[in-house]
């Protein structure tokens, strides 16, 4: 069990750093999707070890919430990206309606 908590915190604090430092949106939603699977880490691995299905079920919720976040992050990353022809996440926040 201790690797696997290692396992998933190391997971969880490179896709920390990743969502801090880059300044790419596509970067960024890798970084969160690797914070997102560290997390469903942790919940398979205590699931496993205190023989509670909860964490399997919440895993796969969690899955589902990702691919939805997925979905919708892409949709706007392509919205900006034809609308100025640059990803950069500073002209994200100088985007009006």
């Known amino acids: 069990m201790f690797y696997f908590t290692t396992l998933a915190a190391v997971l969880f604090s490179i896709g920390a750093a990743g969502v801090l430092i880059k300044r790419n949106p596509l970067v960024i939603f890798m970084s969160i999707e690797l914070m997102l699977n560290a997390v469903n880490l942790s919940f398979i691995t205590y699931s496993r ?49």
Do not use: N, P, S, W
């Not at 299905?53 to 919720?61: E, I, N, P, R, T």
């Not at 899955?63 to 706007?76: M, P, Q, Y």
């Open 49 to 97: 070890y205190l023989h509670y299905l909860d964490g399997q079920v919440y895993a796969f919720l969690l899955i589902t919430i990702a691919a939805a976040e997925v979905a919708v992050g892409l949709a706007i990353i392509v919205a900006m990206y034809r609308h100025k022809a640059d990803v950069d996440i500073d002209a994200a926040g100088r985007m009006k309606g």
